[in-house]
């Protein structure tokens, strides 16, 4: 029998969550957490972990499995998230995946880029430029050096934006170009199911989860987190722009509305990155979810 990973993707705050738990209980099985924010066991309100109902509505893996405090990347995920799969199929021939970070998803998808060693002083000097404030001016270079990698990018992380520049100052080539090579061979066969919405509704739903987070807590949770801020984990929207506002660098107003537009831009990006691939079947948010597993059902028959 063939194996199927089922993988939900589209924009923050439309939906994910939820279609991914109806596919779940739909096909009898459990779900794969691939948001890269979703990891850390100290950051539940800012990154929109799902509820404890939503939890125990279907058996969920990689959530809040970590610690801010370790250090976790891409390619540990991908071979837990594969080893994890292997466990899963050998119980149901259908796994479904869910996550708003791309990188991590593709990884599981299809395999990790083959990237050079950098000198190590590079990114040495880069980290330096970013603590000096120098932000918008490494996001210039790269739009210079890559710019395929400055539309799809999350060129607010740091890590994600030093990454990216490494690669380009230090092997003359463009990070993009490393990325569009052949992938390893997987053993199951991917579906991918995308959510999308007008772009003002899109907006729309971010701005009232930002509102939401707030009401929950959200600034009390990232005043926890302050002291830790320069942890890698921690450089993300709606946590870097409520640090500026602790250390007296904006109002509370202005944060909020700055973690609105980082995370309309962040949205933006996802919508980019996921036009990309002619392998995704669009739905409207609002689909009803009968119409979606007839789709799967169908590619699966």
């Known amino acids: 029998m063939n194996k199927y990973l089922i993988t939900v993707v589209g924009p923050t705050a439309i ?42 509505a279907a058996p969920h893996h990689f959530i809040q499995n970590r610690s801010i405090f370790e ?12 080893i ?13 995946m869910v996550g708003g970070s791309g990188l991590y998803t593709n990884a599981v998808i299809e395999g990790l880029d083959y990237f050079p060693e950098i000198a190590p002083e590079i990114r ?7 603590k000096n404030g120098e932000l918008k001016l490494l996001q210039d270079k790269l739009k210079e050096l890559d710019l395929e990698s400055y539309k799809t990018i999350e060129i607010d992380n740091p890590h994600r934006l030093i990454r990216a520049l490494e690669i380009c100052i230090g092997t003359s080539k463009t990070y993009s170009e490393y990325k569009n090579k052949p992938k390893a061979k ?40 302050h002291e830790y801020k320069d942890l890698n984990a921690l450089q993300t929207v709606g946590y870097r722009e409520l640090f500026e506002y602790f250390e007296g660098n904006c109002t509370l107003d202005f944060a909020i509305e700055e973690i609105k537009k980082n995370t309309r831009r962040f949205a933006k990006r996802q919508v980019t990155w996921n036009k990309k691939d002619d392998q995704i079947h669009w739905f409207n948010y609002t689909e009803n979810i009968s119409e979606i597993i007839k789709k799967i059902e169908e590619i699966v028959e």
Do not use: W
Not at 205 to 223: Q, W
């Open 186 to 225: 997987r053993s199951f066969i991917p579906i991918k199911i995308g959510l999308m919405a007008d772009r003002e509704l899109m907006y729309n739903r971010i701005n009232n989860r930002v509102d939401l987070m707030m009401i929950e807590g959200l600034l009390e949770e990232s005043k926890k987190l």
């Open 124 to 130: 040495t000097q880069l980290n330096a430029q970013i």
């Open 15 to 56: 939906g994910k969550t939820s279609l991914s738990i109806k596919l779940a209980q739909h096909f009898k099985t459990e779900i794969i957490s691939s948001d890269s924010r979703q990891f850390y066991k100290e950051m539940t309100i800012g990154t929109a972990v799902p509820t404890k109902e939503e939890l125990n």
């Open 71 to 82: 250090d976790y990347s891409v390619g540990q995920f991908e071979k837990e998230a594969l």
């Open 84 to 96: 994890k799969l292997e466990e899963l199929f050998s119980k149901n021939n259908v796994v479904i």
